[in-house]
């Protein structure tokens, strides 16, 4: 099956350091990835679309400047929380659509904690 | 996005017992899909059952969609301990390929 990796799975910063978080597609080409994050005991919330070769489309309530996505090639998509704030402790997750497919493979996630 | 609601938040039961989670949406879909995730992984894609379908069956799997109701169920049939996770369902589709808007989820324990 199709497998999307994320690194780093943990990672810990002080408050106002910046953090790259990458998402990759191990098997196949992912024109569209997505963002999501997950606090504790809720859903996933949507934060963006990345778009190889072209600029990221953010959510509603989602700071581009604070959120930067890189969508360099065609199997990689990075997210940089810029400035991090302890707000920003959460679980990140990345997901890409093999193909046409409407389903989604999802990374194992990125659980950042920022003190 | 607007998140789809999910009944129960959370349920216990026993292995060998079936289990039912229920999604509510708002907005018209294409698709609608169930996902598990264990406790601090990623999500697992179980089934999807597109918007002219009624009834998906994979497995031990059972879903439901009934579009005129913006509705669709999960049935887990006999149970076991390691089905405990949670259960998301997520809509796709509308203006956005690909997209997908998530339900709260459902917390599933299986006691063995």
């Known amino acids: 099956g199709a497998v999307v990796s994320q690194h780093p799975s943990r990672v810990i910063c002080k408050s106002g350091t910046s953090v790259k978080i990458e998402c990759r597609s191990l098997?196949?080409?992912?024109?569209?990835m997505f963002w999501y994050r997950q606090f504790p005991k809720q859903s996933l919330m949507l934060m963006a679309t990345?778009?190889?070769?072209?600029?990221?489309?953010?959510e509603q309530g989602v700071e581009k400047d604070k959120f930067l996505i890189n969508h360099a090639s065609l199997t990689l998509s990075t997210l940089t929380v810029t400035s991090a704030h302890p707000e920003d402790s959460s679980f990140y997750i990345c997901?890409?659509?093999?193909?046409?497919?409407?389903?989604?493979?999802f990374g194992p996630g990125t659980r950042l904690t920022v003190t | 996005s607007q998140q789809g609601e999910e009944d129960p938040q959370a349920l216990s039961i026993q292995e060998g017992e079936n289990a039912t989670m229920n999604c509510s949406y708002k907005?018209?879909?294409?698709?609608l899909q169930w996902y598990r995730q264990n406790s601090g992984r990623g999500l697992v894609h179980l089934i999807l059952i597109r918007s002219n379908e009624r009834e998906k069956h994979s497995g031990r799997l059972r879903v439901t969609l009934d579009t005129s109701k913006k509705s669709s169920s999960l049935l887990i049939t006999a149970s076991r301990a390691a089905d405990t996770a949670s259960y998301f369902c997520?809509?796709?589709?509308?203006?956005?390929?690909?997209?997908?808007?998530f339900g709260q989820g459902t917390i599933l324990t299986v006691h063995p």
């Open positions: 907005t018209s879909i294409n698709n």
């Open positions: 098997d196949f080409q992912a024109t569209t």
């Open positions: 997520a809509m796709g589709g509308g203006t956005s390929y690909g997209k997908l808007t």
């Open positions: 990345s778009n190889e070769g072209s600029k990221a489309t953010y």
């Open positions: 997901s890409a659509p093999r193909g046409n497919s409407y389903e989604q493979y």
